[in-house]
């Protein structure tokens, strides 16, 4: 499947949506284990969705229409939010996704891309030359991949309560992945 | 994380808003693409969630109840709803998932469970002696997972479209560990 930023638009929309409906009001047992040591949990992830909305992929998508390959993009801490959310409740940093995401959608349609944009390059500090297009396309599946997380996060809690349904439950043997 | 009752509920009673923020709406493009041969579309993992919906859970609940170990469940085909499902739309499917969820839970409550009950035994067909607490578990971390199969399934139509970053994107990796 190409990256159509129409459709990329339609699924960042969702999220915030789908990420409340999830977790607002949930209990902490659910929300604040994580899988172990240096891991995150869905708390944790919520605060890191935060800080890339504010500081990493409209920056990033200036920085390639503005400097394209000549800049590379700034470093991005992936936990650099922990410690400021760590007194804050879930449900507030739900809010501030919700009207983060709004915000940097404005912020993308105001850029009024054009499929030339979308092929602009930057340069990543380590992956090397990256399309405007791949990043927007990461920017959702980025998304994905922290919902994907949370489920495995959430289901790892019950792996002894569901006994010997665990062989089944393909969720339950997922390990990350992460690169 | 011992299963708890309430917790398990407070989940369950969640997922249909979840699964209809993601999807409703959404292009074709993500909702009906699987991952190969095989394999299911977000659209028909909603048909499994009905079909198990109206004859896995509640029904297997009763069956402890009623019959103890004396009866082993019937067998529940996984693809049940496919063929029914074919000419519906998603939107459909969303909304009777999201009713038959709510006569489900209707229905659990009114079984009225003590923690006595969720000690009683069931016989699964292959897995053997199960526990009715272990259902209900499962029932939870059975959503759990298809949410995680469902972010993963959306996430691969997007590996070309990601380019370099897919190292660094885990769901790109996952292999959904079915067993």
Known sequence: MKHVLDETVTLLTR??????????????SWTMSNEGEGTWSPFEVVAHLIHAERDNWIARARTILDHGESRPFAPFDREGNFEQSRFRSLEELLDEFAQA???SLQQLS???LLPPDLEKKGKHPSLGAVTLSELLSTWAAHDLTHMHQISRVMAVQYRQAVGPWSKFLGVMYCTGHSG
């Not at 990420?19 to 949930?26: F, I, S, T, V």
């Open 15 to 28: 999220t915030p949506e789908v990420l409340n409906a999830l977790l607002r009001g949930l209990p902490e």
């Open 110 to 112: 105001a850029m009024s």
């Open 101 to 103: 995401r709004v915000e």
